[in-house]
């Protein structure tokens, strides 16, 4: 292979480049030894750094930041004026599919294992050329290695090289270790009691959309989009980049960016966007989903009539809209428009090339007055959503009409919905985030969250409630994993549950994981007959809990761990399953890649009517 070059933003594992981002504000020095020992106090005297954390302090290599978020280019003149810098070397980051960021921070060292016929003799040639020292090795033949201050690249650039030389099996830098503890970071979830209510504020604990667990299983994907039809939405700290695509502005044109001037609207529709797909990051709050892409649809103060709206609403589906988010109406019993509700229709039947688009609408903040779904929540097939309080309670404007489909929480107890703001002032409040939002505007991008989950999971299900071939699987897996209230006229179905919706999803339609997630004790997940389920990876296990799988339902690949005839667990691979237990079954098309050993007391078996395939081997 040709040496690494200089510059480079990837290392290697797994036998693959590893891409990841150089930081501006972030560095690792290395200071002479002169200057070592009062190094901190040093920093202390140039505002815009502060060490954040002594990496090598004998070796005097400490990571550093700029305190005042300033490139750090430009601020490293400052401290050669106080200290005598031997080199730098570069930190990166990178932002997995949650959002969290992990930072890949190098000292002086990296880790090599070479190959079984590499001597020691060339070891010692090639770390001489590369001005590389042997620190230790242990008894696996892997080896910690530092770059001397006399060579002429950094880390990450040797430790690709080394891997490159074809004289490795892998190799690179010893990074420190960015561990935590894999809880929820955003710094105002704690108060966002509808995804996740514990009793704060003197609300009763659990009635929220249950979204932990349905995490485990996705968090979505930028595949799929939500249409927020409303007064607009534009660039948020708490989007990642690229979330927000070009929408449609309704009547005057445009990309459905909000309104430069403080309107009520503008506000009203950041708010809804950000209860859809806040960022999972260490920013603000979050979302129903995590990087599900917002495509706004402009309708309010534009001075739209209801052909535009009609014009808007088939813009976003035509589009690739997969879910069309409305939290507004008409408030006014009985009103309804032909031009709105066919486009509407169109949407629910032609939408996602012919699989229809889910629409989902606000009930309407009528139930204080004449109690009734707002218009175009009446328009057959779409999704009507109520609203429950923090206390468990129907709020008291939430229209009492069997015409509801199904509540999520929103104000009316004692706590509002917190959520994303406009930036600045021009919002709802003088912040970035507001936290009184609510009415059954809040309620209904939590439903809308839910379906963009639900077609993350599996994007090929039907939401068809209406027209030739009605289907709408999408809405039953919402509606049917609901958890009811009971006879009543103001929950529909009952408390939208993300998690048993998408429980409901793989058990009746399947789909393709995008995590590993564990049944837990006491529940009972029951796989039928005709679902196709792709690991595409992954695992699903068993911590005491209940997998019952149907004649006639597949997984890919399909490599159970059982004891007796209970299933304890499906997974992508042998080693993975054997890891966990002894009894191993293949059911369905198998190839082994290399030779594999079945240890004494541990069981494998196929299927009859399983296909194994072996390779060619000798030796």
Not at 74 to 101: C, H, M, W
Not at 164 to 181: G, K, N, Q, V, Y
Not at 313 to 320: K, L, N, S
Request: one cysteine or more.
């Amino acid at each position: 292979m040709a040496p690494a070059l200089k510059g480079q933003d990837y290392y290697y594992s797994d036998n693959r480049k590893i891409h990841f981002d150089k930081a501006e504000h972030w560095v690792v020095v290395q200071v002479a030894e002169k200057d070592r020992l009062g190094f901190e106090q040093t920093l202390e005297q140039i505002s815009a750094f502060h060490v954040k954390q002594a990496l090598k302090p004998g070796r005097g290599i400490f990571w550093i930041e700029t305190a005042e978020k300033i490139p750090i280019q430009t601020t490293l003149s400052q401290l050669r004026l106080k200290v005598e810098i031997l080199r730098t070397i570069p930190v990166y980051f990178s932002a997995n599919e949650k959002g969290d960021t992990t930072r890949f921070i190098m000292s002086d060292e990296f880790r090599v294992k070479f190959l079984s016929h590499v001597t020691i003799t060339e070891i010692e040639m090639m770390n001489e050329k590369y001005g590389v020292d042997i620190l230790n090795a242990n008894k696996y033949d892997e080896y910690t290695l530092r770059v001397t201050e006399q060579s002429t690249f950094n880390t990450l650039e040797l430790a690709n090289l080394y891997y490159e030389s074809d004289l490795t099996i892998w190799s690179l830098p010893d990074f420190l270790a960015d561990i935590r503890m894999e809880e929820i970071n955003d710094p105002l979830f704690p108060n966002q009691w509808h995804l996740r209510n514990t009793g704060q504020g003197g609300g009763t604990s659990g009635v929220d959309i249950n979204t932990d667990p349905a995490w485990n299983i996705t968090t979505g994907c930028s595949d799929i989009i939500i249409a927020v039809v409303d007064g607009g939405a534009e660039e948020h700290e708490d989007f990642h980049t690229g979330q927000l695509i070009s929408g449609y502005t309704a009547r005057i044109g445009g990309d459905g960016s909000s309104s430069s001037e403080n309107t009520s609207w503008a506000a009203h529709g950041q708010c809804v966007a950000g209860i859809a797909s806040a960022a999972f990051n260490t920013i603000g709050v979050r979302g129903v989903t995590n990087n599900v892409t917002i495509m706004p649809i402009r309708i309010g103060d534009v001075g739209a009539s209801f052909s535009d709206i009609a014009a808007a609403i088939d813009t976003a589906w035509t589009r690739g809209a997969h879910v069309l988010n409305n939290s507004w109406g008409v408030q006014s019993p009985g009103f309804y428009n032909d031009d709105v509700a066919e486009a509407i229709y169109r949407a629910l039947t032609e939408g996602r090339d012919g699989k229809g688009s889910l629409v989902v609408k606000s009930a309407g903040n009528t139930g204080h007055l004449e109690n009734y779904v707002t218009f175009p929540g009446t328009v057959p097939g779409v999704l009507v959503v109520g609203a429950v309080t923090n206390q468990n309670n129907p709020a008291y404007y939430t229209p009492r009409d069997p015409r509801v489909d199904v509540v999520t929480p929103s104000n009316g107890g004692t706590l509002g919905i917190t959520t994303m703001d406009r930036m600045g002032s021009k919002g709802y409040s003088s912040g970035n985030y507001d936290n009184g939002f609510g009415g059954t505007s809040a309620a209904a991008p939590q439903a809308s969250g839910i379906g963009a989950l639900i077609l993350s999971l599996n994007p090929e299900l039907d939401a068809r409630p209406v027209g030739p071939n009605p289907n709408p699987q999408v809405q039953n897996a919402i509606k049917l994993s609901a958890d009811d209230y009971g006879s009543t006229e103001w929950d529909g179905y009952g408390r939208i549950n993300a998690y048993k919706a998408l429980k409901y999803v793989l058990e009746h339609y399947g789909g393709t994981l995008t995590s590993s997630f564990t049944i837990p004790s006491g529940e009972t997940w029951t796989f039928q007959s005709g679902v196709s389920v792709n690991l595409n990876g992954y695992n699903i296990t068993s911590s005491g809990g209940t997998i019952n799988i149907e004649s006639g339902a597949t997984f890919t690949p399909d490599i159970r761990l059982k004891s007796g005839s209970t299933v304890l667990g499906l997974y992508t691979s042998l080693d993975a399953a054997y890891a966990d237990g002894s009894d191993v079954e293949i059911r369905g098309t198998h190839t082994f890649t290399d030779y594999y050993t079945v240890s004494t007391g541990r069981t494998l078996r196929a299927e009859s009517g399983s296909e194994l395939k072996f390779p060619s081997w000798t030796g």
